[in-house]
Each structure stands twice: as C-alpha cells, then as structure tokens.
C-alpha cells in the first residue's frame, strides 16, 4: 500500500489493482462531520438525474477502455438522492476493456472546489457491450469503501453498460443505478429523469 499526502489533511491510499486506492480525510473537522451526521434507517427509493446528464451517459463512446468519475448532485439523509453533474476521474495509464483505476488526488481537487450545498454523492463507470449493467462484487466493495471515506450514508452507482446492434453497432447506453452503504449492503434503484 503507498500513501500520497494531498494536503494536511487529504491522504490518497492505494493498493495495486482495481477500485482499491481511497481517498481519506484525517482532519478533526471531517471526523466531527461524520460523527455528528444523524443515521436515517430509510433507503433512497430513486436516484434523480438531470435530464442532461442521462442523455451525456447514453451518448457515451465506448473507446475499448473503461471510463468512470465522481457523480456530484445532493445527497441529504432520508431524502432521494440528486444527481446533476459528474467529471471523468480515471488514471488514464491503466485502464483496459474491464477495468480501470480513479484518480483520488484528482477528485479530491475537484472535491475542494464543489460548491457549499454540492456533494460527491457517488460513482459511474462504464462496461463492455458483451457484459450487463449490474454491479460486480468489485464495484460493491469500491463504492462501500469510497461510501466510508467520504462519510456517506448511501452513495450512488450508476453503471453504463454500452448496447450494441446485430451489426456490432454501439447504439447508446443501458443505465443502471445502485445505492450502496458503508458496510456494502446495496439495493438497485430506479433513475428519475429530472428538470435541471
């Protein structure tokens, strides 16, 4: 495991492989966040996308190599969870046709310039045509663990799983949002098209 300081208080941690490097906040502040954050019991029953962000996610290329980010929307506790926004985070030396690693010092730059009432909510990644857009036991175990890092009580998984025709034309994505909890018990979810 090596360990890269981001600032006083940001340390990126990461193992060799796939979906294993984590973002840790050490400052007291994140600590007093996370322990004074009120538990809800109650699960999401949707995830609401902007209607832009759901046709950006269809429209995706497939490349050959996989492609994930960060999801930034609103996340409160024991309401659904908002999506309007993402950004690419992937290290672009190691990604191949069914994996690829995030880029945790990126994301926490972008995380630093987020808006007061704007959240890391959760994750995307593409897959192949051949494969399906559910969640394998290595995206439960990253968004869990990603779900801890940063103090969510529910964190989203969107997978895009990219479609193609008899021709082996791509024709756009099939989306598929997960919602997943710190010790990585997960539900799947509808995704609501919102106005924004």
Request: glycine fraction near 8%.
């Amino acid at each position: 495991m090596s360990e890269v300081r981001i600032n006083e208080h940001m340390v990126l941690t990461r193992n060799s492989g796939v979906g294993t490097a984590s973002l840790i906040d050490r400052s007291q502040a994140a600590d007093e966040r996370r322990s004074s954050r009120p538990q809800s019991s109650s699960w999401p029953t949707e995830v609401i996308v902007a209607r832009w962000l759901l046709e950006d996610f269809r429209a995706d290329d497939w490349s050959g190599r996989e492609r994930l980010g960060f999801l930034v929307g609103y996340g409160r506790p024991g309401a659904e969870l908002e999506v309007f926004s993402r950004f690419r985070s992937e290290l672009d030396d190691n990604g191949t046709r069914r994996s690829a690693e995030f880029d945790l010092a990126y994301a926490a730059h972008r995380r630093s310039r987020l808006q007061a009432d704007e959240e890391l909510v959760g994750i995307w990644h593409q897959h192949p045509p051949e494969t399906s857009a559910n969640m394998s036991p290595r995206d439960i175990e990253t968004a869990a663990s990603l779900a801890r890092r940063l103090g969510r009580e529910h964190f989203v998984s969107v997978i895009a799983m990219q479609r193609e025709n008899a021709q082996g034309e791509l024709i756009g994505a099939q989306l598929a949002a997960y919602v997943v909890t710190p010790d990585g018990d997960w539900r799947h979810l509808a995704i609501v098209e919102g106005g924004y």
